[in-house]
Each structure stands twice: as structure tokens, then as C-alpha cells.
């Protein structure tokens, strides 16, 4: 089971940036697959991007698709999330997950999450 860790949440204002952190640990994760969801009060937790451990391959949610990035630093078993130009409708709490295999976009195709962290855009 891989273990996840999330950091860099916090307040921004709209237009702003926040870099976050995702550090995996537990099994060899070069078959893995790393992913960013996000939960806003209310509503469901939706994909936002994903990568792949080997071959770096990236995917993206149309509403962040220019805006944000995903990366991975593979000699610290990090992913990271570079959210630019941030819109009030960012605001939820984000998740990361890991699965083993190629990317997919829905929760239920992965099984190890991180206990989230709050990003929080102000108008």
C-alpha cells in the first residue's frame, strides 16, 4: 500500500499561485500512476490531473487544463500540483491518490489517497 502525504495548501487570492506537495512512500512506484482530485463543500471529488511515475505522460481537467501543472521529482517520490492564475472556484480541499497502472480520471480507479489539504481562493 502506498503511502501519501499532502502539503502546500492555504490561503490565496484570485489570480494567485500555490505549489503543491504530494511525498509517496511504501512500494516501488515506477508502474504508478499519481493523481490530483478535489473536493469543494458540497459537492463530489472530481479529477484534476494525473502523471505517470515512468514516463511522465501528463492529463488534465478542461477547467485547469493551461493553469495548473502537474511534475513529479522521481529521486524523492514527489508529486507536485503548480496552480496558477487561481479563481475562487478552485477553493475545495485536494487530494492525492496513486494506482498502479496507467492514468484514469475517476476515484474509484484509485486506492491509495492522502488525507487532503485546503486551498482556499478569495474574489
Known amino acids: 500500500q502506498v503511502q501519501l502525504v499532502e502539503s502546500g495548501g492555504g490561503l490565496v487570492q484570485a489570480g494567485g499561485s500555490l505549489r503543491l506537495s504530494c511525498a509517496a512512500s511504501?512500494?516501488?512506484?515506477?508502474?504508478?500512476?499519481t493523481g490530483w482530485f478535489r473536493q469543494a463543500p458540497g459537492k463530489e471529488r472530481e479529477f484534476v490531473a494525473a502523471?505517470?511515475?515512468?514516463?511522465?505522460?501528463?492529463y488534465y481537467a478542461d477547467s485547469v487544463k493551461g493553469r495548473f501543472t502537474i511534475s513529479r521529482d522521481n529521486a524523492k517520490n514527489t508529486v507536485f500540483l503548480q496552480m496558477n492564475r487561481l479563481k475562487p472556484e478552485d477553493t475545495a480541499v485536494y487530494y492525492c491518490?496513486?494506482?498502479?497502472?496507467?492514468?484514469?480520471?475517476?476515484?474509484?480507479?484509485?486506492?491509495?489517497w492522502g488525507q487532503g489539504t485546503q486551498v482556499t481562493v478569495s474574489s
Open positions: 511504501g512500494p516501488t512506484f515506477t508502474s504508478y500512476a
Open positions: 491518490a496513486a494506482r498502479a497502472g496507467g492514468i484514469r480520471t475517476l476515484t474509484d480507479d484509485f486506492g491509495s
Open positions: 502523471i505517470t511515475w515512468s514516463t511522465g505522460i501528463t
